[in-house]
């Protein structure tokens, strides 16, 4: 009797064991397709359809034939490195960009990286919390400008509430994205829907801005250059991805499917919306509009005009969330590297989301908010976000090199 007693102790125990490491502390996979997908277009689409047109069409020379085609061809740029993201995404591992660096170049560069990153990624958050706090609180200001003070605690009420959300749930942050990404994609298609209809109903200045699109002065490749960079900066965002790889039901499958669907679904719709844009305004009128989106609506719907700076605040809203969602998990994977405080590698006991991770991200991101202005954040992430890009693509080409046999569900 004694020895079954202790038989059917040892058998308890070892159910114990098995239910700890079942149980164990990690990131759990709840995120399929459709979370794949709203999250890469709501990391794209945020302010940069909207006021990107302007730089591209200036340094484009007014050339509208040479400006339609670089919305083109960095659409077909940004698909092909997030096709490199997705070969390297599917070894699932959470932290994106950080972990490709590292496994492939090195412990230095991925330890440069991440502390970047930890810098540059949340002051790209406060650009984009500062532009939501600009077009949320326009339409009640009019033509009279929006107080700093209130822009900024504005900015960073939006900023600790998606940092508490993303901290306590992954299933509630990627319903807010998918919800917001429907807004924002119903918003692009009021623009290129109306500019369709007016096109097709045979306005006779716009047809003829169609008819030669090649035929203004052709800009220099420096002009050329600088065209792309504001095309890239609208295509933002398509990397995001890779920093929930960990938490992707089937990774092997749905990362190269969700890439291969959100990407050109962009690419359609930004042409659309810049055809749209041209249909309604001149070139020049374009140019010297520094919200493109909120001119548009004066043109077409007067009357309810101000649809549109919601809209746009709409899209930057959503980007917000992916971006702070994406930027938990790089600061998670760092911690677990031993790159950053131990601290922030720990995870909620109740929704094992990297709250710790969350709570120093936006931390970070709300300092930046207090003394910068807009302009002085983007020039200051820009830069440094294309190397690390530049980086993680370096990457790929020494593991096909250095790990020829490595395991690869999806190769590009």
């Given at each position: 009797?004694?020895?079954?007693?202790?038989?059917?102790?040892?058998?308890?125990?070892?159910?114990?064991?098995?239910?700890?490491?079942?149980?164990?502390?990690?990131?759990?996979?709840?995120?399929?397709?459709?979370?794949?997908?709203?999250?890469?277009?709501?990391?794209?689409?945020?302010?940069?359809?909207?006021?990107?047109?302007?730089?591209?069409?200036?340094?484009?020379?007014?050339?509208?034939?040479?400006?339609?085609?670089?919305?083109?061809?960095?659409?077909?740029?940004?698909?092909?490195?997030?096709?490199?993201?997705?070969?390297?995404?599917?070894?699932?591992?959470?932290?994106?960009e950080y972990s490709h660096i590292k496994r492939g170049l090195g412990s230095l560069p991925a330890f440069v990286f991440i502390w970047t990153s930890t810098f540059t990624k949340p002051a790209s958050n406060a650009a984009r919390a500062l532009l939501f706090a600009e077009?949320?609180?326009?339409?009640?200001?009019?033509?009279?400008?929006?107080?700093?003070?209130?822009?900024?605690?504005?900015?960073?009420?939006?900023?600790?509430?998606?940092?508490?959300?993303?901290?306590?749930?992954?299933?509630?942050?990627?319903?807010?994205?998918?919800?917001?990404?429907?807004?924002?994609?119903?918003?692009?298609?009021?623009?290129?829907?109306?500019?369709?209809?007016?096109?097709?109903?045979?306005?006779?200045?716009?047809?003829?801005?169609?008819?030669?699109?090649?035929?203004?002065?052709?800009?220099?490749?420096?002009?050329?250059?600088?065209?792309?960079?504001?095309?890239?900066?609208?295509?933002?965002?398509?990397?995001?991805?890779?920093?929930?790889?960990?938490?992707?039901?089937?990774?092997?499958?749905?990362?190269?499917?969700?890439?291969?669907?959100?990407?050109?679904?962009?690419?359609?719709?930004?042409?659309?919306?810049?055809?749209?844009?041209?249909?309604?305004?001149?070139?020049?009128?374009?140019?010297?509009?520094?919200?493109?989106?909120?001119?548009?609506?004066?043109?077409?719907?007067?009357?309810?005009?101000?649809?549109?700076?919601?809209?746009?605040?709409?899209?930057?809203?959503?980007?917000?969330?992916?971006?702070?969602?994406?930027?938990?998990?790089?600061?998670?994977?760092?911690?677990?590297?031993?790159?950053?405080?131990?601290?922030?590698?720990?995870?909620?006991?109740?929704?094992?989301?990297?709250?710790?991770?969350?709570?120093?991200?936006?931390?970070?991101?709300?300092?930046?908010?207090?003394?910068?202005?807009?302009?002085?954040?983007?020039?200051?992430?820009?830069?440094?976000?294309?190397?690390?890009?530049?980086?993680?693509?370096?990457?790929?080409?020494?593991?096909?090199?250095?790990?020829?046999?490595?395991?690869?569900?999806?190769?590009?």
């Open positions: 009797k004694k020895r079954k007693k202790m038989g059917k102790g040892k058998s308890n125990d070892s159910k114990d064991v098995k239910r700890k490491e079942k149980g164990k502390m990690q990131l759990k996979r709840k995120m399929g397709y459709l979370d794949g997908v709203s999250f890469i277009i709501g990391s794209i689409v945020g302010a940069g359809i909207f006021v990107s047109p302007t730089g591209v069409l200036k340094h484009s020379l007014l050339n509208v034939g040479i400006a339609l085609t670089i919305w083109i061809v960095s659409g077909l740029v940004s698909l092909m490195g997030s096709l490199c993201y997705a070969e390297l995404a599917a070894l699932p591992f959470s932290g994106g077009y949320a609180t326009q339409p009640f200001y009019g033509i009279c400008p929006v107080p700093e003070v209130l822009k900024k605690c504005l900015a960073l009420a939006i900023l600790w509430s998606l940092g508490i959300l993303n901290g306590r749930s992954v299933k509630m942050a990627a319903w807010v994205q998918t919800v917001f990404t429907l807004l924002k994609m119903m918003a692009l298609s009021v623009i290129a829907v109306g500019g369709i209809v007016l096109l097709i109903g045979g306005r006779q200045e716009s047809l003829a801005r169609f008819q030669d699109v090649f035929s203004s002065e052709i800009p220099s490749a420096s002009q050329v250059a600088e065209a792309f960079f504001q095309g890239l900066y609208a295509y933002g965002g398509w990397w995001s991805l890779n920093y929930m790889a960990e938490e992707m039901k089937n990774p092997s499958r749905n990362i190269p499917l969700t890439v291969m669907t959100a990407v050109p679904a962009v690419i359609v719709f930004y042409l659309l919306v810049n055809i749209s844009y041209l249909t309604v305004l001149t070139p020049k009128e374009i140019v010297s509009s520094v919200a493109v989106a909120v001119t548009w609506a004066d043109r077409v719907i007067p009357s309810v005009a101000w649809i549109i700076p919601l809209s746009v605040a709409v899209s930057i809203f959503g980007a917000l969330n992916s971006s702070m969602f994406t930027l938990g998990r790089l600061s998670y994977a760092g911690s677990q590297s031993g790159h950053l405080p131990v601290l922030i590698s720990m995870l909620n006991v109740h929704s094992c989301t990297p709250a710790p991770a969350m709570i120093f991200s936006t931390t970070i991101a709300s300092i930046f908010i207090i003394p910068s202005d807009l302009i002085t954040l983007t020039n200051y992430f820009g830069f440094s976000a294309w190397l690390m890009i530049g980086l993680t693509c370096a990457s790929l080409i020494v593991l096909r090199y250095r790990e020829p046999h490595l395991h690869r569900p999806y190769k590009v």
